[in-house]
């Protein structure tokens, strides 16, 4: 069975930045899609971005413009650049991939984003 391990959360001052990363290892099957999730408090998860084997990406509109995901295929990582963070960026982001015909997710880490 794989493991993901996410790294980079914290507390940040809004307009600041973070850097999350996920590294997919010990996988059968080939990764293909990796994403970031978030889920706030009261909230459902919701998809925040994803990127392709490909390098093809989509965000979610909220953030647009201010996060930009990436992935180094030969490391199996994934990596969420988010700059200009608002409050409204607080969550638990959770990393997810799908290898061959499952998907898996990581543990979680939280992000905090203070007025």
């Known amino acids: 069975q794989g493991q993901l391990v996410e790294s980079g959360g914290g507390l940040e001052q809004a307009g600041g930045s973070l850097r999350l990363s996920c590294a997919a290892s010990?996988?059968?099957?080939?990764?293909?899609?990796m994403g970031w999730y978030r889920q706030a408090p009261g909230k459902q998860r919701e998809l925040v971005a994803s990127?392709?084997?490909?390098?093809?990406?989509n965000y979610a509109d909220s953030v647009k413009g201010r996060f930009t995901i990436s992935r180094d295929n030969a490391k199996n990582t994934a990596y969420l650049q988010m700059n200009s963070l608002k409050p409204e960026d607080t969550a638990v982001y959770y990393c997810?991939?799908?290898?061959?015909?499952?998907?898996?997710w990581g543990q979680g880490t939280q992000v905090t984003v203070s007025s």
């Open positions: 997810k991939i799908s290898n061959g015909p499952f998907g898996s």
């Open positions: 990127i392709a084997a490909s390098g093809r990406s």
């Open positions: 010990g996988f059968l099957f080939r990764i293909n899609d």
